[in-house]
């Protein structure tokens, strides 16, 4: 797997939600539940957004969104999982 960020999504992580590429890729790593898709209207995306919720090294929850392309995943965003991010994944990955 190879994780793409673009400069314009790194900026937005960096700036915006205080995340940086190596928690992004720890929560890949720490991952233990299953992957949920973004079926609303407005985030569908061809191919699908897909997520998780993953704690870093330091267990800060994070959701992560991407887009898998071939061996590709392209990052869109990550950021605090909320309470009920956290719910939902639970209810829905595991």
């Known amino acids: ?11 937005k ?9 190596s928690e992004v890729e720890q929560c890949f790593a ?5 992957l949920l898709t973004d079926n609303r209207e407005q985030h569908k ?3 699908p957004t897909q997520w998780f919720v993953a704690p870093t090294n ?6 992560i969104m991407f887009v ?3 061996s590709d995943v ?5 950021y605090d999982a909320t ?4 719910r939902i994944y639970d209810k829905h990955a595991f």
């Open 1 to 11: 797997m190879a994780l793409v960020i673009s400069e314009e999504i790194l900026d």
């Open 13 to 21: 992580l960096t700036k915006k939600h205080k995340v940086n590429r």
């Open 30 to 34: 720490n991952r233990e539940g299953g």
């Open 45 to 47: 995306t061809n191919p």
């Open 58 to 63: 330091k267990n800060r929850l994070l959701k």
């Open 68 to 70: 898998r392309d071939g």
């Open 74 to 78: 392209y990052l869109k965003s990550a």
């Open 83 to 86: 309470e009920e991010i956290c």
